[in-house]
């Protein structure tokens, strides 16, 4: 699973090194064009040069919770995983300030949910995806449309997260929570009950094969 949103991404612009100045850009960048440029590179799957931008981002605003997240995607996308939760965090605490929309939240919440998952803290993981999907609209959740045009980031994989999270923690009641709210959103019925972990072990791997995004 955590392969799957790994790869999602990176497009083109910056050529610098974390803290230079873009070659050709405005002496004056704000937080919002680096970040902007962050994505693009992460887009295009150029991680040195997102982490330059959103590095730049943060020399402008250091409270601005889209670099932050965006530093976090591109960390969890380089598998540094816990530079990558440090990063989470810090954008948890910034963006719970009025004014951070809500699809960078969600970015947020759901790029913690995927770390903490990626190094085994089920509980936390849990915490941060359950949060998203009871405060954050996460059952409705695509990611940032401008770092995933296509759509390959939504509340199904949300919903894969949370039912490994609950599988790795032995918690069959919301493991099956999780399977049925990915079966909602295939269309198929929502009558999943548990019998033992192989069986659920199956039926995960079955759901993750089907994934729409």
């Known amino acids: 699973m955590v392969k799957k949103l790994l790869p ?11 803290g230079c100045e873009k070659e050709g850009a405005p002496e004056e960048w704000s937080q919002a064009d680096w970040t902007n440029a962050g994505w693009e590179s992460w887009v295009q799957g150029n991680y040195e040069a997102a982490e330059s ?11 601005y919770a889209e670099a932050h997240a965006g530093m976090g995607w591109t ?11 440090g990063a989470f965090e810090t954008a948890v605490l910034i963006g719970e300030q009025a004014g951070t929309r809500l699809e960078v939240r969600q970015a947020i919440y759901m790029g913690a949910a995927t770390a ?4 085994d803290e089920y509980k936390l993981s849990a915490a941060r995806g359950r949060h998203m999907v ?10 940032l449309k401008k770092a995933d045009p296509e759509g ?8 894969i997260v949370l039912a490994l999270d609950y599988y790795g923690l032995g918690d069959a009641g919301d493991c099956v929570w999780a399977i049925n709210r990915m079966r909602r ?29």
């Open 185 to 213: 959103k295939i269309k198929e019925p929502t009558t999943y009950k548990f019998k033992n972990w192989k069986e659920t072990t199956a039926e995960i791997e079955r759901l993750i094969a089907k994934d729409p995004s």
């Open 75 to 85: 960390l969890l996308r380089t598998q540094n995983i816990e530079d990558a939760v």
């Open 53 to 63: 931008g959103f590095g730049n981002a943060l020399k402008v605003d250091p409270y």
């Open 8 to 18: 999602l991404v990176a497009a083109a612009a910056i050529i610098v090194s974390l």
């Open 152 to 159: 390959h980031i939504t509340g199904y994989d949300l919903y």
């Open 116 to 119: 903490y998952e990626a190094c």
């Open 134 to 143: 009871n405060n954050l609209d996460g059952d409705n959740f695509k990611f």
